[in-house]
């Protein structure tokens, strides 16, 4: 078997290509974090949804391994780097999915006047109810802070009314 036959081979390619990004991410565990286990740093950047901002660095040390496969003519192995990628960034993608129950929701709601304020404020106690989480801020009055709505701006300095004859 000829060096050529004997590294020009799909898993030649598809091994280095999927182990190097991993490593990618351990280096950047060790010069960006301050947690202390690297399984937490993972947890924390797939709960924070900032999965997205290092995979899409991970790749890079595979583009450097496809241009070495290419100079050497190792077309399947190069075909191989290709393919890890094309895993990595469906697995980014289905982690990404499945790690949006981790989102916290914001609302912004607006009321206007007092019936928009007793609306509104059941429909914060009703989101509770599904998503104790939920955070809500906008303008309201005393029942939406009652529900715990943080209140830019109050109803008292919105109202008013206009008669036209």
Avoid at 33 to 48: C, E, L, P, R, W
Avoid at 115 to 131: M, Q, R, T, V
Wanted: aromatic residues 20%; proline residues 2%; positive net charge.
């Amino acid at each position: 078997m000829t060096s050529i036959a004997k590294y020009n081979r799909l898993i030649i390619g598809l091994i280095p290509g999927i182990i190097i990004p991993f490593i990618t991410l351990i280096i950047f565990y060790l010069f960006k974090s301050g947690v202390a286990n690297f399984f937490d740093y993972v947890h924390f950047m797939i709960k924070n949804g900032c999965v997205f901002k290092y995979i899409k660095f991970m790749p890079l040390p595979n583009l450097a391994i496809f241009y070495y496969f290419l100079n050497k003519s190792y077309y399947y192995s190069a075909r191989g780097v290709i393919f890890s990628n094309f895993y990595l960034g469906i697995s980014s993608i289905s982690i990404s999915i499945f790690s949006l129950t981790n989102y916290q929701l914001k609302y912004y709601i607006i009321a206007g006047e007092a019936s928009g304020d007793l609306h509104a404020s059941n429909l914060i106690e009703k989101i509770k109810k599904f998503d104790s989480q939920a955070t809500f801020r906008g303008w309201g009055g005393d029942l939406m802070i009652k529900n715990g709505m943080f209140v830019v701006k109050h109803i008292r300095d919105l109202a008013f009314m206009v008669w036209l004859k």
